[in-house]
C-alpha cells in the first residue's frame, strides 16, 4: 500500500548525504563573495544559510539546557530519560529546517527581482505588524490545522510518529513529517510576508522573528519547566498568552487537550484548554516530580575528547559507542576550557539515569579526567570528591553506589576500603564491581584452554583470575618481577593447586601461549612475542591498541543490561547500546540482590561464580 503523500521524507534513503542539498546555496554564497570580492553581506543567500546555523543553535542550546540533568533534575515535567527508540526515531529532527531552507532558496532563485532589499536593519512598524497577523491569523490557523491533524485518518497518517514518545525534547519539536512541517512554514511565514508586502520588513525581523519562534518552540519542548508560578500569579493573564513545557507535555500525553502553538487563548477559546495545567506547572517548579536514585554508578571522565560523550552535548555522538569524531576537534578548546574550570570549582554531578524494574538508576562523574589520577597530588582531592558522593548518596538514601575504573583503584583509597572504614556507619552499600568483572574475563576464556600468560598478575583483578583457574587446573604464567608478590598469591591457593601458578619476568616466556590475559598495558614490541592467532582478553584501562593483524582482541569486561531497562539512551563509554562496563553490572546485580555486604578491597574468590550466576538470573548477558 503506498504511502499517504506528504508521509514521507523525498530525502529519506540519503541519510546523513542530504546536507549535499544545501550545496547549491553554499555554491551562491561561493559566487557572490568571488564576484564583489568580500563577503556578500546583502545577499538572500548568505542569509538563508547564517540563519539555517542559528536556527540549529538555538535547538542545540535547549538540548543542551534540558539535558544538564545536574542543573534541571528537579524541575523536569517527565522525570524519565529518552530511549535508543526515541533518539533513533528523531535521529533527522533538522528535516524542517531542511525543507525551510530550501524553500527560501527556491523563492530566493525564482522571485530575487521582487524580493526586498536587506539594507532595512530595524523597522518597528514591521514588528508590529508582524505581532498583530501572529495573533490574528497565524495562532488561529496552527490551533484549528493541529485539531484535525488530531482526527481520522490524519493523525495516524501524519501526526501520530509526533507522539511517539510521551518525554518530549526541543529536537522532538523540529520531527515529524513533510506535511506538518509545510504547516510549520506557513504559520512561521504569515508574519513575515505580511510585514514585508506592507513595506515594513527588515533584516532584524527575519532573524528576530524566526529564531524567537524557534526557541519558544524549543523551550516548549525542553522537558524543563522554566516559568516561576509566582509571575503567573502576579499576572494571572499571562497565563493565557504564553504556554509553558508542562502545558505542552500534557498535550503529548493525553493527546486530547492543549492544542494551541504559543497562546493557551486559543485552547481557552477553543473549550481543549486542560485545567491541570498551571497546577500541575506549580509542583513541577517545586520539584515534586523529583526522587532520589536506588542505585549510582560512580564515573569519572576519561579524557578532554570523551568528555564531549555525554547526553547535554550532542546526541548523535552521545547515543552511540564513542569515537574520535572529527566534528568534535573544533570544540576541542572549549572542553580544555571546562576542564579547567571543573578542577577548579566543581562537584560530583549527574550525567545519566535510567529505570530498572522500577528502580531509578543513576550515573554520577566525578570531575576529574584519567590523567589526574596520577598526579601524586591529586589524590587527596579525589578521594574527598569520592568521599563526599559517597556521604550525599548515604543521605539521599541510594542503596548501593558502584565506583567505576579509577575511583576504586588500590594505590588510590584501596578499591574503597578507605571509605568504609573511616565511615563504618553507612547504610550505602559502596561496591568496586570487580567480583563481576573477574568473572566476565574468566567465562570468555574457553573451556579447553590449558594454559594462559597473565599480565598486571598481582593486581587485584589479576590475583583473583589467577586463583580461580589454578583451581580449574589451568597453567598460569604469572608475568611479574616481583617474586615476594608471586609467593604471596602462591600461597593463597590450595596446596594441590600451587603447582599451577608459574612465575615469568619476560613475555618471550608466553610465546607459545594463544591466550594473552592482559592488565597491563603492551607495547607493539612486547604484543610481538604472542603467537599468531593470540587471542588478547583485556582488563586494562585504557584498552590496548590492536597492532596485531593476525590476531584478536576483546574488549573491556562489560555486560548487557536486561531487556526491560527503560529510559536509556546513552552509551557507556565505547560500550555498545545497552551495555556497560562489567564494574556497573556488578553494582546493578549487587542491588538486584539486595545483598547487604559492601564489595571492597580484595576479591573474594569464592564468590566469583555466585555473582556470575545472580547476574544471568537477573537478565544480564555478556556482551
Given at each position: 500500500m503506498a504511502a499517504p503523500p506528504l508521509s514521507s521524507w523525498p530525502w529519506a534513503s540519503l541519510g546523513s548525504y542530504k546536507y549535499v542539498l544545501y550545496?547549491?546555496?553554499?555554491?551562491?554564497?561561493?559566487?557572490?563573495?568571488?564576484?564583489?570580492?568580500?563577503?556578500?553581506?546583502?545577499?538572500?543567500?548568505?542569509?538563508?544559510?547564517?540563519?539555517?546555523?542559528a536556527r540549529g543553535l538555538t535547538y542545540q542550546f535547549w538540548f543542551s539546557y534540558g539535558n544538564m540533568l545536574f542543573f534541571t533534575r528537579r524541575r523536569r515535567v517527565v522525570p524519565d530519560s529518552v530511549d535508543f527508540r526515541q533518539v533513533d526515531a528523531e535521529w533527522d529532527w533538522d528535516n524542517l529546517l531542511l525543507l525551510q531552507t530550501l524553500i527560501g532558496a527556491t523563492l530566493v532563485g525564482s522571485q530575487q527581482q521582487l524580493l526586498p532589499s536587506l539594507k532595512q536593519a530595524w523597522d518597528p512598524r514591521g514588528w508590529a505588524i508582524a505581532l498583530l497577523l501572529h495573533v490574528l491569523v497565524a495562532e488561529p490557523l496552527f490551533y484549528w490545522a493541529h485539531r484535525a491533524l488530531h482526527r481520522a485518518p490524519h493523525f495516524s497518517r501524519y501526526h501520530a510518529a509526533h507522539h511517539h514518545a510521551s518525554v518530549t525534547t526541543p529536537l522532538t519539536a523540529g520531527f515529524g513529517t513533510p506535511l506538518e512541517s509545510l504547516l510549520l512554514t506557513l504559520v512561521m511565514g504569515v508574519p513575515l510576508a505580511g510585514a514585508y508586502m506592507m513595506g515594513v520588513g527588515s533584516v532584524g525581523l527575519v532573524y528576530g522573528h524566526v529564531l524567537l519562534f524557534d526557541f519558544l518552540r524549543s523551550m516548549g519542548y525542553s522537558n524543563v519547566e522554566v516559568i516561576s508560578p509566582r509571575v503567573f500569579q502576579a499576572v494571572p493573564l499571562l497565563r493565557y498568552l504564553i504556554y509553558t513545557?508542562?502545558?505542552?507535555?500534557?498535550?503529548?500525553?493525553?493527546?486530547?487537550?492543549?492544542?494551541?502553538?504559543?497562546?493557551?487563548?486559543?485552547?481557552?477559546?477553543?473549550g481543549t484548554l486542560n485545567h491541570k495545567s498551571w497546577e500541575l506547572q506549580k509542583e513541577v517548579y517545586l520539584g515534586k516530580n523529583d526522587k532520589a536514585p536506588d542505585?549510582?554508578?560512580?564515573?569519572h571522565v576519561v579524557d578532554i575528547m570523551a568528555s564531549m560523550h555525554v547526553p547535554f552535548v550532542l546526541r548523535s555522538c552521545s547515543s552511540t559507542p564513542f569515537a574520535n569524531h572529527f566534528i568534535l576537534l573544533p570544540f576541542w578548546p572549549v572542553a580544555f576550557g571546562f576542564m579547567l574550570l571543573l578542577w577548579c570549582c566543581s562537584k560530583t554531578f549527574l550525567v545519566s539515569s535510567y529505570r530498572l524494574r522500577g528502580n531509578l538508576h543513576q550515573m554520577w562523574t566525578v570531575p576529574r579526567y584519567g590523567f589526574q589520577y596520577f598526579i601524586p597530588a591529586a589524590k587527596k582531592g579525589i578521594n574527598e570528591q569520592i568521599e563526599l558522593a559517597i556521604l550525599r548518596a548515604d543521605k539521599m538514601g541510594v542503596k548501593v553506589l558502584s565506583l567505576a575504573a579509577?575511583?576504586?583503584?588500590?594505590?588510590?583509597?584501596?578499591?574503597?576500603?578507605l571509605f568504609v572504614n573511616k565511615h563504618p556507619e553507612l547504610r550505602v552499600r559502596v561496591v568496586h564491581g570487580n567480583t563481576l568483572t573477574a568473572a566476565v574475563i574468566l567465562n570468555e576464556i574457553p573451556s579447553n584452554v590449558k594454559d594462559v600468560f597473565l599480565t598486571g598478575a598481582t593486581s587485584k583483578l589479576g590475583r583473583a583470575i589467577a586463583l580461580y583457574l589454578c583451581r580449574k587446573k589451568i597453567r598460569v604464567l604469572m608475568l611479574t618481577l616481583s617474586s615476594e608478590r608471586f609467593l604471596k598469591i602462591q600461597r593463597e591457593a590450595p596446596a594441590e593447586f600451587q603447582q599451577y601458578l608459574v612465575q615469568v619476568t619476560k613475555y618471550q616466556s608466553a610465546q607459545n601461549c594463544k591466550t594473552w590475559l592482559v592488565g597491563k598495558w603492551l607495547s607493539p614490541r612486547e604484543q610481538r612475542w604472542a603467537p599468531a592467532g593470540t587471542h588478547f582478553h583485556q582488563f586494562v584501562v585504557p584498552p590496548i591498541i590492536g597492532f596485531r593483524r593476525d590476531c584478536t582482541y576483546g574488549k573491556l569486561a562489560a555486560m548487557r543490561l536486561p531487556k526491560d531497562v527503560q529510559g536509556l539512551g546513552y552509551c557507556e563509554y565505547t560500550m555498545e547500546r545497552g551495555v556497560v562496563h562489567a564494574c556497573h553490572a556488578g553494582g546493578v546485580v549487587h542491588f538486584l540482590e539486595g545483598w547487604e555486604h559492601h564489595e571492597v578491597g580484595a576479591i573474594d574468590v569464592d564468590r566469583i561464580d555466585v555473582v556470575w550466576k545472580a547476574a544471568l538470573k537477573h537478565g544480564l548477558t555478556p556482551a
Open positions: 550545496g547549491p546555496v553554499v555554491w551562491k554564497v561561493a559566487e557572490e563573495w568571488r564576484q564583489q570580492g568580500a563577503a556578500p553581506v546583502g545577499s538572500w543567500w548568505l542569509h538563508l544559510l547564517l540563519l539555517f546555523a513545557p508542562t502545558y505542552l507535555s500534557l498535550h503529548h500525553r493525553e493527546k486530547d487537550s492543549n492544542f494551541c502553538l504559543f497562546m493557551p487563548l486559543f485552547d481557552l477559546l477553543g542505585f549510582v554508578f560512580l564515573a579509577l575511583n576504586k583503584n588500590e594505590a588510590l583509597n584501596g578499591g574503597g576500603t
